[in-house]
């Protein structure tokens, strides 16, 4: 089964809690702290396998979990180190944030590697709170939380050549023509419901990737028929094969296609149009072709949707006829053609523009229905998270973090008094002035 759009979660490992210890040992007095640092957390990284085609594997298989770091250890010793987790994902796969529209990455090469949860640091431990003023610290941290995202695994088939063109045209009988793929052909539409690769060699040691496309008809950027599922994929071809049926069997206008298919591209993409185009004139064994071939030709030297009038070349797939010159002019055209950009959320032409935000604050406040103030906010509630409540100086710590975030003067100007309950995540405590 061809996947190409999926939907996960990566959640990466937590860093490994920082020990309190002291070092005790016969005859070193005082020997002071001796509490290691956690390790760190696992991240998950997607690599470029290219071995793989689809996203099939992420069918059953949508949330991934990283290990945490090692906690602390006595003697000064730290946690390990947790693995990385690596998941494999098909060349060609653009990594979209669903939560904030951000795209991440777009992997192209084998061996590419994206990190797209980082693992949480370590908590350190109390030999790295001593100090002067308090040699013997019972102060350590938690390790920190790892990243979690919902992801948008999104493939476009990676192909120097892609043959688009409506229904029935003859593109996936010209695929398994010129290469050794084996595509479904049948005379119904719609036989080609995935993408199919085929890798075309030429006599003069030449190579390139070919596409075809599944069918597309009038309305498919607007989600008709296959719609736009596959139009994603014409994205990264750098030369379009335009397969036209020139037989007019079914009642259709040639060229009448050719300007619908045109059209359904410019919608999806307007760059589309600028990519290099050759036409295929297929099916030119069969009656009344050559007319019709003729009357396409007129009409296109007057079409002034393309940038240029894109070269014709009759072929027939059942005879053969002209198909190592197609092969040859579109190798040709591929090496005058350079890779297009690939966008990742900005084109390379727009200018960065800065703009002045007003920082944030660290925490949010609000006041629940029982007279209880809840504390948020995701800086506050990771260093909530990072703090050791089994040790009064943590806790006296994280105190003094809070005051200095201005929470005790955002409860006062709120009207907060003495025994008020506040409430951090599961956590509550009394306010005191």
């Known amino acids: 089964m061809f996947v190409d759009q999926v939907k996960i979660t990566v959640k990466a490992g937590k860093g490994g809690d920082g020990m309190v210890a002291f070092r005790r ?3 070193v007095p005082n020997g002071g702290p001796a509490g290691g640092d956690g390790g760190h957390g696992g991240s998950i990284i997607l690599r470029v396998d290219e071995g793989l085609r689809t996203l099939m594997d992420f069918r059953y298989h949508r949330i991934f979990k990283s290990k945490a770091g090692q906690n602390g250890m006595i003697k000064g010793m730290y946690g390990r ?20 529209g951000e795209v991440l990455g777009d992997l192209t090469e084998n061996g590419q590697e994206l990190v797209v949860a980082a693992g949480g640091r370590g908590g350190r431990g109390n030999i790295k709170f001593a100090s002067p003023k308090n040699p013997a610290p019972e102060i350590a941290e938690n390790g920190e939380p790892g990243e979690e995202r ?10 120097d050549v892609g043959l688009v063109g409506f229904p029935s045209v003859g593109k996936s009988t010209l695929l398994s023509v010129l ?3 084996k595509p479904k052909i049948a005379e119904y539409h719609f036989t080609t419901l995935v993408p199919n690769l085929g890798m075309v060699q030429l006599d003069d040691g030449r190579d390139f990737v070919m596409a ?15 719609g736009i599922q596959f139009l994603r994929h014409v994205e990264r071809t750098r030369v379009i094969i335009h397969v036209v049926d020139m037989s007019g069997m079914e009642g259709r206008d040639p060229f009448a296609d050719f300007e619908k298919i045109n059209q359904e591209l410019a919608k999806y993409d307007p760059d589309l149009l600028k990519r290099p185009q050759i036409v295929a004139a297929s099916k030119m064994d069969l009656p009344d ?16 949707t393309l940038d240029a009038v894109p070269k014709i070349i009759p072929v027939s797939a059942i005879t053969h006829a002209n198909l190592q010159s197609l092969v040859a002019q579109t190798a040709d055209l591929l090496e005058k053609t350079p890779k297009f950009e690939i966008e990742t959320g900005q084109k390379a032409e727009d200018k960065v523009v800065y703009t002045y935000k007003p920082e944030e604050k660290p925490f949010t406040l609000k006041r629940d229905p029982d007279s209880t103030w809840v504390l948020g906010g995701e800086k506050l509630e990771r260093l909530f998270q990072m703090t050791n409540l089994e040790h009064d100086e943590s806790v006296m710590r994280f105190a003094r973090q809070m005051r200095a975030m201005g929470v005790d003067d955002e409860l006062r100007a709120r009207g907060a008094k003495s025994g008020d309950v506040v409430q951090i995540g599961k956590f509550t405590f009394e306010f005191v002035e």
Request: proline content about 3%; hydrophobic content about 40%; overall charge negative.
């Open 25 to 27: 040992e016969k005859f």
């Open 81 to 100: 180190k947790a693995d990385n987790l690596y998941v494999a994902v098909p060349e060609g796969t653009t990594v979209h944030d669903l939560d904030t």
């Open 150 to 159: 919902n992801l948008q695994l999104e493939l476009k088939v990676l192909a």
């Open 179 to 181: 290469t050794s793929a």
């Open 212 to 226: 075809d496309l599944p069918g597309l008809i009038e309305g498919a950027s607007n989600g008709v028929g296959l």
């Open 289 to 304: 072709a050559q007319e019709n071939l003729e009357k396409f030709k007129e009409k296109l030297v007057e079409d002034t």
